[in-house]
């Protein structure tokens, strides 16, 4: 679910950049009605690889009306990263990859309300791991397998990896997301072909 990282990023460049602020907490202290927000995001800021193989895909917004707030677009940004991932947890699945949870760090974890967008659109169980940096820890741990450390990843895993918080899905929310899922999943193959104009 490595896609995470460059997904996350269009949060930071949404709150930043576009309405800029750094009080993340504030901006989603307003967003009250998860799964029923009617404007979608897709957050292709950079192109996409996984599942759409595309660099010229490219970050949009539809649904907006006279009636869309602040608040449904920066839900809209939250709940499109989350239905990023959801598409590739989809592809692990149809491959027969089993998963039940799945593992989130940096600065996404630190917001309570993402952690429960991210739990509720993959339906799965999120750990919340101590260490900021995941990609350094990994780096850590395959160098501690390769000096011999340990003798597999998994056991270097199991003993450096320190999980300090689980946010569960709520079924209800679940099923509210597995509808909206069905809905974001239309709205890139119609872009598609609009990407190829306006690179």
Known sequence: MGCMLSAASCNKWWMDDIIGTTDYAAE?????????NHVYFLPYLMGERSPHNNPNARGTFIGMTMDTTRADMTQAVLEGVAFALRDSLEIAKALGIKIERTKICGGGAKSP???????????????????????????????????????????????LVKIIDTVEPDPELAAKYDIRYAQFKEIYPACKPLFEIIR
């Open 113 to 159: 309300l993402w952690k429960k967008i991210i739990a509720n659109v993959l339906n799965l169980k999120v750990d919340v791991i101590e260490s900021e940096e995941g990609p350094g820890l990994g780096g850590a741990i395959l160098a501690a397998v390769g000096c011999g450390e340990y003798a597999s990843v998994k056991e270097a895993a199991d003993k």
């Open 28 to 36: 989603q202290a307003a967003i009250k009605k998860l799964g029923e």
